[in-house]
């Protein structure tokens, strides 16, 4: 429930198309709901927030997450849950018939009955350096999408051949956020935010041969960056930079 939904529910009272208590139903599970013996699934955090709870399905069994993800679709919201293996997506899939299942992203995305779009001052741009940064880009620009949030996709455009990103400068310039997505020696943040004067969150990759050490030399070249401005998350949190970018983005009420 975000506060558009709050919203609504007090002109339908108002209207009197709905009951108190009928709206007093609606609300019963709030702010949380005790989800099997494991989980309290966070009704209210969109609310809060703006970003709605998602589920990391990393450690979770295909059970945990078909119950959570029930549990946070069912008022019409939608939901989202990372890092979910294609085997433990195929379970989940055959108990939560609208999850949607993304293989390169490793997500699960239950579509909200009303689209969140028109949320975004402009478009987040999700720049990934190379091919073998595309499930970390690509948990980026679908966890940003199903924020509400228009995004363009610029791949495999590493400094490694530098007209690559170049050619892309006008795309570039367009956005109103990059996320950009590095794995190696992660030189691409530094270079896109001499390109642009757009907000930069870069993400580090775990790419990369031994002296890359999982993505720390990535990370430490990004927090390190010649071009001012540059925030970093951690390695591989494709997920966090959207969240990032979408807060930057958003568009704000009146209240």
Do not use: W
């Amino acid at each position: 429930m975000d506060a558009e939904d709050v919203r609504r529910l007090l002109e339908e009272v108002r209207a009197g198309t709905l009951s108190p208590a009928q709206a007093a139903e609606r609300l019963r599970i709030l702010p949380y709901e005790a989800v099997g013996e494991a989980a309290r699934v966070d009704h209210h955090r969109e609310l809060r927030s703006g970003i709605p709870e998602v589920v990391l399905g990393e450690f979770k069994t295909a059970e945990q997450i078909s119950d959570i993800l029930e549990a946070l679709a069912r008022g019409g919201s939608g939901a989202l849950a990372t890092r979910v293996d294609a085997e433990k997506a195929r379970a989940v899939r055959a108990r939560v018939a609208r999850a949607l299942y993304h293989e390169v992203a490793r997500m699960l995305v239950v579509e909200p009955d009303r689209p969140r779009g028109g949320r975004g001052r402009g478009t987040i741009a999700v720049v990934a350096a190379g091919t073998s940064d595309l499930p970390v880009a690509e948990e980026a620009a679908l966890t940003a999408e199903f924020l509400g949030h228009p995004v363009a996709r610029l791949t495999d455009v590493g400094v490694a051949g530098l007209h690559r990103v170049l050619a892309a400068s006008e795309k570039l310039r367009a956005c109103e956020v990059a996320v950009v997505v590095a794995g190696m020696e992660g030189a691409l943040p530094s270079v896109v935010a001499g390109l642009i004067d757009r907000p930069i969150v870069a993400v580090p990759t775990s790419v990369g041969y031994g002296v890359g050490l999982g993505g720390f030399a990535a990370m430490l070249a990004m927090l390190a960056s010649c071009s001012p401005g540059v925030a970093v998350v951690n390695i591989d949190n494709g997920f966090g930079a959207a969240v990032a970018a979408a807060r930057i983005n958003a568009v704000r009420g009146d209240g």
